[in-house]
């Protein structure tokens, strides 16, 4: 599986519109005249928001609590792990997109410290 982290740590390789958009690092998204994470990872020349010293900041994607665990992990755990920890995950039942929407399993979540145990072991709360 290709490793297509979005630079605000969103895994565009799971998402339901995959088959049509390759994710914000392969020019796909049409976002990149207002998304905040997007333009300051480009003009920091960083690959993502985990690489950046003032991770995490306000704003933008990282907003989203499953989008800062993600980009978290990454930091963490680097973005190969993510990815193949989402892997096994949805191997394993977890559902990263409900059908027909942009929600699944990991926002069901109230801390990054719970969205990180599940990407780690695979096992709801």
């Known amino acids: 599986m290709m490793n297509n982290i979005a630079y605000c740590g969103l895994a565009c390789c799971f998402c339901l519109e995959n088959k049509t958009c ?7 998204c ?7 994470n997007y333009n300051c990872c480009l003009d920091k020349g960083i690959v993502g928001c985990w690489e950046c010293a003032d991770f995490p900041c306000q704003g933008g994607m ?3 609590l499953r989008i800062r665990a ?3 992990f990454a930091k963490e755990y680097g973005t190969g792990e993510l990815t ?8 394993n039942g977890i559902v990263y997109h409900y059908d027909g929407q942009h929600v699944g399993d990991y926002d069901n ?3 990054e410290e719970e ?3 599940m ?3 695979g096992v709801k709360l």
């Open 70 to 72: 993600f980009a978290r």
């Open 109 to 111: 979540y109230k801390t």
């Open 84 to 91: 193949k920890c989402l892997l096994k995950n949805k191997e």
């Open 62 to 64: 990282l907003d989203k």
């Open 115 to 117: 969205i990180i145990e």
């Open 30 to 36: 049409d976002i990149h005249g207002w998304c905040k």
């Open 22 to 28: 390759p994710g914000c690092q392969a020019g796909g």
């Open 119 to 121: 990407i780690k072991t």
